[in-house]
């Protein structure tokens, strides 16, 4: 299995973007990128995922360099209400039941 | 959002009592899990389902069972709670086929304190 590790925190500015780095230096050729947030007292919740490059969507972009061996999730102009827990998981492919882990995740505190 | 339904969502019970909880969803999605959360843990997994009556141990499998009669509801037991299965308790679900690799939908939580 594909352990991941994170920075433990983070701090940051209203307005600034926000990169979170990721590694997973045994990741199998098979396993996509996932990235979650959690607020308190709620269950994380789905951010972007990606295999390899880059992906964006209207929350976050995600950078995956050719080795696959680490990814940075980016926050643009992060405002307060971005306060969270962010996780980076390393996913099962489709139609395997694999276990899924999560490490501790990181904490970023979003400042005014 | 996905139709996941953890109950109860707040439960104290004292030491050496069987405790259950209930993961109840309506997406007919294949695959289920527990997960726990301490402070300093982040999540870690009990059990997961890939199907009814298909379950595996995950991380931090004793003192836990699971059990599932029917796609929609996964049911995790502490036979007898200890004080350090104090946490709080989330089930999740996924779908091969919901376009996402992998990706987990995750229920509200339950809180559960055993004193």
């Known amino acids: 299995l594909a352990k991941t590790t994170q920075p433990i925190s983070m701090d940051s500015y209203e307005g600034q973007e926000v990169n979170i780095t990721c590694s997973h230096n045994n990741i199998a050729t098979n396993d996509y990128i996932t990235w979650y947030q959690q607020f308190p007292s709620q269950g994380p919740r789905f951010i972007i995922q990606g295999y390899k490059t880059k992906v964006t969507n209207e929350v976050a972009s995600l950078f995956i360099p050719a080795d696959r061996k680490s990814s940075t999730l980016s926050l643009p102009r992060v405002s307060l209400s971005d306060t969270a827990v962010y996780y980076c998981?390393?996913?099962?492919?489709?139609?395997?039941?694999?276990?899924?882990?999560f490490g501790s995740g990181t904490q970023l505190t979003v400042l005014p | 959002d996905a139709g996941i339904t953890q109950s109860p969502r707040h439960k104290v019970t004292e030491t050496g009592t069987p405790v259950t909880l209930r993961c109840h969803q309506t997406e007919n999605h294949r695959y289920m899990y527990w997960y726990r959360q301490d402070p300093g843990h982040g999540l870690r997994l009990i059990h997961y389902?890939?199907?009814?009556?298909?379950?595996d141990k995950g991380e931090v499998s004793d003192g836990y069972s699971v059990s599932r009669s029917k796609t929609e509801d996964f049911l995790l037991t502490l036979e007898s709670a200890t004080s350090s299965q104090t946490s709080v308790y989330f089930c999740?679900?996924?779908?091969?086929?919901?376009?996402?690799?992998?990706?987990?939908?995750f229920g509200e939580g339950s809180r559960l304190t055993v004193l």
């Open positions: 389902s890939y199907g009814v009556k298909d379950t």
């Open positions: 998981l390393v996913a099962l492919p489709a139609g395997s039941a694999r276990q899924l882990t």
């Open positions: 999740a679900i996924s779908d091969p086929g919901s376009g996402r690799t992998g990706e987990l939908f």
